[in-house]
């Protein structure tokens, strides 16, 4: 599929959404938050929904975005080691609470076995990389949708 329909296709998605805006965007900046802390697949997904749910927000929209964003799941496991790597250099104490990784030769190995071995140092980059993108999204989302409705109650 081409990156550019994706794209758009998740947007269109997000926009016909009938709720209001700060329910969608709160929907949407949680399901992006938990691809940082939970890099996992399927269990972020789930994890929105529910999460969403709880919470009162648009879980349609927390599945989308967690969904939407599963493409970038390498590049957001590269920021969160590089996170993870500047809090061990300035809290050098996060450094013992590290587990050490099993080893292995195949490169799956290798990746897992490189973030099992940043331990708590890894899930508290992910939660600051996830608070982070997730109130930017949160805000870009939200001022957007209200955006959107204003113009469109002022055609009709």
Do not use: C, W
Not at 43 to 54: E, N, Q
Not at 70 to 90: D, E, Q, R, Y
Not at 104 to 125: D, T, V
């Amino acid at each position: 599929m081409n990156i550019k329909r994706y794209l758009r296709y998740h947007y269109l998605k997000m926009i016909r959404l009938k709720d209001a805006p700060a329910r969608v965007a709160q929907g949407f900046a949680l399901g992006l938050a938990m691809d940082f802390v939970v890099p996992i697949p399927l269990v972020s997904i789930f994890i929105a929904f529910v999460a969403a749910k709880f919470l009162r927000m648009n879980s349609l929209a927390a599945v989308m975005s967690a969904t939407a964003f599963k493409p970038l799941f390498a590049g957001i496991v590269t920021l969160n080691i590089l996170m993870s790597k500047k809090l061990i250099a300035l809290l050098p104490s996060l450094k013992a609470v590290s587990i050490t990784a099993p080893q292995g030769n195949s490169l799956l190995h290798r990746i897992f076995g490189e973030i099992i071995s940043y331990g708590f140092p890894y899930l508290l980059a992910g939660s600051v990389n996830g608070m982070i993108i997730g109130l930017i999204s949160y805000l870009s989302v939200y001022y957007f949708l209200q955006g959107r409705q204003r113009r469109k109650a002022k055609i009709h």
